[in-house]
Every structure is written in C-alpha cells, then in structure tokens.
C-alpha cells in the first residue's frame, strides 16, 4: 500500500482548515491503495524538530513505503527525517536552509547544524521541490540552496509565494506521476 503523509507549516492552526492540506489529502485518497495521513502535529506554532521527528516516526509511522509532503517547517522537518530515516520520497514545498534570523524558526532546531545533504539523497528514492521567486518569506537564495544540494524535480514559479492557497493541483500532478512511475 502507497502512503502519503502531509505536513503543515507552523503557526497553521487545525490542518483540516489550513491551506490546501486538506484538498490534497481528499485528491490523494482518490487513488487507488493509497493511505493519506493529515494530522494536526504537536507543538504546532514553533514546529520544534525534538517533538516532530518522534511523532513523525512513532505516531506517523513514516517508513520506506512513506512520500512525505512537507510543506514550510514540514518541508524542514521532512528533510530532517529523511537524514535518520528511508522514506519512498519526499516533496518540499516552500523550503529553506536557514532560520532567516527569525527566532521562531531558530528556536525549531532545525538549522541548529549543518543540513546531512549526502544522508538525505541516500535514504530517499525521489524528491520533488516546489518553490516561488516571489515567496514573501524565503528568499529564492535558500530554495536554490536545496537545488544545488539535492537535485530534485524542481517546480519553479515566479507567482505562487508562499503556496498559501486552497488548492494545489501541481502537487496533486507531480506526486501521481511519481507514483505512476513505481512506487
């Protein structure tokens, strides 16, 4: 069985009402064998890294048959994941590199060491990255970053920002045809 598991940006709120992480979760249960996961995540305004990984790992159950769909902190927390664990892929979504000098982020942990660039490719079978020049909070610098690093199918647009919407039909496209490809 295919598994798919969304996670939120920090600050969100409820993940049923946030974005588009609904949306896709309903598109994605359309497939056939295909578990989606979309929980609300503990300690969801900071998205600190020690309370994410376990939960992502012992209530998640994120494993090699697991796409991750990591959106903001998700994305960090996805990358993060990836560096400790083998999960199938994983799609970042308006990802960085750095806390910004932001001390919201810098309290996550995420950017607390140097990203395991090399662990992360290893332990993943694909990676998708959708990013936008005009994000209004990461500077298209920390998207490229994770390009140069990690080679992954990029989604660039110059219109999206912060991929704030309802809906995202790109990402519902790009992971079927992953999935298409063999799981």
């Given at each position: 069985?295919?598994?798919?598991?969304?996670?939120?940006?920090?600050?969100g709120g409820s993940v049923e009402t946030s974005n588009w992480y609904s949306w896709a979760r309903d598109r994605?249960?359309?497939?056939n064998d295909t578990e989606v996961i979309l929980r609300d995540m503990p300690d969801p305004e900071i998205a600190r890294e020690k309370y994410w990984i376990p939960f992502m790992h012992n209530e998640l159950k994120c494993d090699e048959n697991t796409v991750i769909i990591g959106h903001?902190?998700?994305?960090?927390?996805?990358?993060r994941y990836a560096e400790k664990y083998k999960v199938h892929g994983i799609v970042l979504v308006s990802s960085c590199v750095t806390d910004l000098g932001d001390d919201t982020e810098k309290e996550s942990g995420y950017y607390s060491r140097?990203?395991?660039?090399k662990k992360i490719k290893e332990n993943t079978e694909w990676i998708i990255q959708f990013g936008s020049t005009d994000d209004p909070f990461i500077p298209w610098q920390e998207q490229q970053e994770i390009v140069n690093q990690l080679s992954?199918?990029?989604y660039k647009y110059t219109n999206?920002?912060?991929?704030?919407?309802?809906?995202?039909?790109?990402?519902i496209k790009a992971?079927?045809?992953?999935?298409?490809?063999?799981?």
């Amino acid at each position: 069985m295919k598994r798919i598991v969304i996670l939120p940006g920090n600050g969100g709120g409820s993940v049923e009402t946030s974005n588009w992480y609904s949306w896709a979760r309903d598109r994605f249960q359309e497939l056939n064998d295909t578990e989606v996961i979309l929980r609300d995540m503990p300690d969801p305004e900071i998205a600190r890294e020690k309370y994410w990984i376990p939960f992502m790992h012992n209530e998640l159950k994120c494993d090699e048959n697991t796409v991750i769909i990591g959106h903001s902190s998700g994305a960090e927390a996805a990358k993060r994941y990836a560096e400790k664990y083998k999960v199938h892929g994983i799609v970042l979504v308006s990802s960085c590199v750095t806390d910004l000098g932001d001390d919201t982020e810098k309290e996550s942990g995420y950017y607390s060491r140097p990203w395991e660039w090399k662990k992360i490719k290893e332990n993943t079978e694909w990676i998708i990255q959708f990013g936008s020049t005009d994000d209004p909070f990461i500077p298209w610098q920390e998207q490229q970053e994770i390009v140069n690093q990690l080679s992954p199918e990029l989604y660039k647009y110059t219109n999206k920002g912060h991929f704030m919407t309802s809906v995202f039909p790109e990402l519902i496209k790009a992971v079927k045809k992953r999935l298409e490809c063999g799981y």
